[in-house]
């Protein structure tokens, strides 16, 4: 949230950076760091205020609505 707020960046600038540019360096970007079919589905959902709501761990909601 550091990013966002003290940097300026947009939530979905901070996402890539802290996802995609992470998994890419590691040489996993096609596994993971982003939302995609096929790709390992481990999400944290935001709203508000930057408040969690929803975790989903390998596909599956384990925290949050519809659980």
């Known amino acids: ?4 707020k003290t940097m300026g ?3 979905h600038e901070a996402a890539t ?9 590691i040489g996993e970007g096609k ?3 982003s939302i995609k079919e096929g790709k390992k589905a481990d999400i944290l959902v935001f ?3 930057m408040k969690l709501e929803k975790v989903i761990f390998d596909g599956k909601i384990v925290e949050g609505e519809d659980k």
């Open 1 to 4: 949230f550091t990013l966002i």
């Open 9 to 11: 960046l947009k939530p």
């Open 17 to 25: 950076l802290l996802s995609l540019n992470p998994s890419s360096l």
């Open 31 to 33: 596994e993971i760091g």
């Open 47 to 49: 709203g508000k205020e």
